[in-house]
T-cell receptor, first 113, second 113 residues
Framework: AQSVSQHNHHVILSEAASLELGCNYSYGGTVNLFWYVQYPGQHLQLLLKYFSGDPLVKGIKGFEAEFIKSKFSFNLRKPSVQWSDTAEYFCAVRSSSASKIIFGSGTRLSIRP | GAGVSQSPSNKVTEKGKDVELRCDPISGHTALYWYRQRLGQGLEFLIYFQGNSAPDKSGLPSDRFSAERTGESVSTLTIQRTQQEDSAVYLC???????????FGSGTRLTVV
């Protein structure tokens, strides 16, 4: 069965620090990969996605993620975080033959102003 | 409407009672998903509807859980004889297709006392 692992449950950074959130998945076939974000008091929303092509994908608000097939990873990065990036981040995967997305347990990101 | 609407936003119920949760998807979205998020955990897939096809019920945790959707409109998730372990936020998402670009609702927070 597919699964998604997010190893960091809570990350605390100062403003302007660089961010990398880890995400690993278990599935050997073709996958679609996602990062969703939930800002305080708001709905879950899509941050970025990878379907095919360039493994380095860019999303909203300066975020990017790199798909490394050999490592089954899809880590999220941002070179310089802002206080407004405080949120919970969910990595998710869908096999190309499946109908549903499997989500990781989430990483809470806290930014000190 | 402009987004996915869920009602009620909060529900407190006594153990053993039945509850019904409602999801109103974005007009024209053929795919509808229900997920559950227990405190401190990731999103757990429950059920998926796609148009008039038979739903994917593989995530329903027990026969106390059921869901219906009429065509491409409103869906209801029913939990019979609620138990304390059913306490969670129940999230609904809709998508224009099965590609995984979900729009989430704000969820229903269910507390079983």
């Amino acid at each position: 069965a597919q699964s998604v692992s997010q190893h960091n449950h809570h990350v605390i950074l100062s403003e302007a620090a660089s961010l990398e959130l880890g995400c690993n998945y278990s599935y050997g076939g073709t996958v679609n990969l996602f990062w969703y974000v939930q800002y305080p008091g708001q709905h879950l929303q899509l941050l970025l996605k990878y379907f095919s092509g360039d493994p380095l994908v860019k999303g909203i608000k300066g975020f990017e993620a790199e798909f490394i097939k050999s490592k089954f990873s899809f880590n999220l990065r941002k070179p310089s975080v802002q206080w407004s990036d405080t949120a919970e981040y969910f990595c998710a995967v869908r096999s190309s033959s499946a109908s549903k997305i499997i989500f990781g347990s989430g990483t809470r990101l806290s930014i000190r102003p | 409407g402009a987004g996915v609407s869920q009602s009620p936003s909060n529900k407190v119920t006594e153990k053993g009672k039945d509850v019904e949760l409602r999801c109103d998807p974005i007009s024209g979205h053929t795919a509808l998903y229900w997920y559950r998020q227990r405190l401190g955990q990731g999103l757990e897939f429950l059920i998926y509807f796609q148009g008039n096809s038979a739903p994917d019920k593989s995530g329903l945790p027990s026969d106390r859980f059921s869901a219906e959707r009429t065509g491409e409109s409103v869906s209801t998730l029913t939990i019979q004889r609620t138990q304390q372990e059913d306490s969670a936020v129940y999230l609904c998402a809709s998508s224009p297709d099965r590609e995984g670009l979900y729009t989430f609702g704000s969820g229903t927070r269910l507390t079983v006392v």
